[in-house]
Antibody, heavy 119, light 107 residues
């Protein structure tokens, strides 16, 4: 069965970086774009960017440009999201999610990773 | 970016009620509109895509409608499992954007 398993919760100081992993299984890794989204406590969903696991090509939300980097390791079917210069407003649950080539929307989600930014 | 505006923000209803949530896009998104359900502590779950196509396994009491810029999600007879927060999302263009959510509460 399709699974996206994310790394565990992190607590970071302002100015630090966080790198979250998302390991895919149960499907052909290179065939499905992976999206990253986040949700601040009690807030809605925000799209951060996406990566094409086949080519490694990425597209980022303008708001995140310069602070976010998405990469992949095809040998382990894992994608990574690196967010730098963390501030308190980055405290959120971060999700990786697979985009279906049929519906063009997310059909599977990771379990979420809470990143807390606090001094 | 395309703005998605949902209403109401909160909705109080009883089991068996017919419930309607509205989502308005700031510009045309064609039929690239999806609805998600989210329960506390869980990832969102896809209910509907392309305005009105039910995701596999989603009960038929959920339906979606609306062309252009104004869309609705209807739950024909609210069930106990339906108390949750619902989000609309446009995927016509990147960046994907979401409505602020509608929380369906028990009356």
């Amino acid at each position: 069965q399709v699974q996206l398993v994310q790394s565990g919760a992190e607590v970071k100081r302002p100015g630090a970086s966080a790198k979250i992993s998302c390991k895919a299984s149960g499907y052909t890794f290179s065939s499905y774009f992976i999206q990253w989204l986040r949700q601040a406590p009690g807030q809605g969903l925000e799209w951060m960017g996406m990566i094409n696991p086949n080519s490694g090509g990425t597209s980022y939300a303008q708001k995140m440009q310069g602070r976010v980097t998405m990469t992949r390791d095809t040998s382990t079917s894992t994608v990574y999201m690196d967010l730098t210069s963390l501030r308190s407003e980055d405290t959120a649950v971060y999700y990786c999610a697979r985009r279906s080539p049929v519906s063009l929307v997310v059909d599977y989600w990771g379990q979420g990773t809470l990143v807390t930014v606090s001094s | 970016d395309i703005q998605m505006t949902q209403s109401p923000s909160t909705l109080s209803a009883s089991v068996g009620d017919r419930v309607t949530i509205t989502c308005r896009a700031s510009q045309s998104i064609s039929t690239y509109l999806a609805w998600y359900q989210q329960k506390p502590g869980e990832a969102p779950k896809l209910l509907i895509y392309q305005v009105s196509t039910l995701e596999t396994g989603v009960p038929s009491r959920f339906s979606g409608s609306g062309p252009g810029t104004e869309f609705t999600l209807t739950i024909s007879s609210l069930q106990p499992d339906d108390f949750a927060t619902y989000y609309c999302q446009q995927y016509n263009v990147y960046p994907w954007t979401f409505g602020q959510g509608t929380k369906v509460e028990i009356k």
